[in-house]
């Protein structure tokens, strides 16, 4: 029964390298989702429904329930596949995605949803710039900061808008289905998330009834600020299941 992890935006499957090292057990697989360092298939439109549709066929193959968990856009895709597809999750765990009709897009994702400025704003990107937003908004580490837009192609940023684009108002679209999310449930959460404030990591843990809501004193990206905490919390649910 292994743990699979999804990541977000802007990011790859090595976002959970730091989490995984302090991991102990070893069934663990880190996903990369399609056009983010991993090709896109013909005809895949990287629209919201197409990554959850991708995410659950993926899941088939895996052939038993698996320990799901998700941030950022991995945690809304996957609290999706969890609402949808409960016969392929054993436990769910998500943090810094909101999946709320309350919940309005941050300043950049509106900009990436706007069809020219969008555009423009991939087109002119500098990734060296884009690292030093990342330190200065979100205080990820420099060197992490770095090696994660390292990745940021033309695919990726291509993947990015035609996702935010599909996604306008994926709160309202997909917050009534968390009721059906059946699984066991714990929410992992930066406080200091500009993007995302705590209050939405507390309405998801409602939303599907989550054991624990795990408030970490740091900012958005949790898997890289506090990988630590975030293995520690992990490993503390999972062995609770068993």
Request: overall charge negative; hydrophobic content about 45%.
């Amino acid at each position: 029964m292994p743990a699979i992890l999804i990541h977000g935006v802007p990011d790859t499957h090595r976002v959970w390298d730091g989490v995984r090292q302090h991991l102990t057990r070893t069934d663990v697989e880190a996903w990369d989702l399609p056009g983010f360092g991993a090709p896109v298939p013909s005809g895949f439109g990287s629209t919201k429904e197409e990554y959850v549709t991708w995410l659950i066929e993926r899941l088939e193959e895996v052939g038993e329930p698996v320990d799901l968990v998700g941030h950022d856009w991995g945690c809304i895709l996957t609290a999706r596949v969890a609402s949808l597809r409960p016969d392929l999750v054993r436990s769910w765990a998500g943090g810094n995605g909101p999946v709320s009709a309350q919940y309005e897009w941050h300043p950049l994702a509106k900009i990436w949803q706007d069809l020219v400025e969008g555009d423009r704003y991939m087109n002119e990107l500098e990734p060296m710039s884009l690292a030093q937003d990342l330190v200065a908004g979100f205080d990820v580490p420099t060197d992490l900061a770095e090696e994660m837009v390292s990745h940021v192609d033309a695919p990726m940023k291509d993947s990015i808008l035609k996702l935010y684009r599909s996604a306008l108002t994926v709160g309202a679209e997909w917050e009534p289905a968390l009721a059906n999310v059946a699984a066991p449930a714990l929410v992992f959460w930066g406080v200091l998330d500009p993007a995302v404030p705590i209050e939405f990591g507390e309405r998801l843990g409602q939303a599907i009834h989550a054991s624990q809501i795990v408030r970490l004193d740091c900012n958005h990206w949790t898997v890289l600020q506090t990988p630590d905490e975030v293995a520690v919390a992990l490993e503390k649910y999972w062995n609770q299941l068993n």
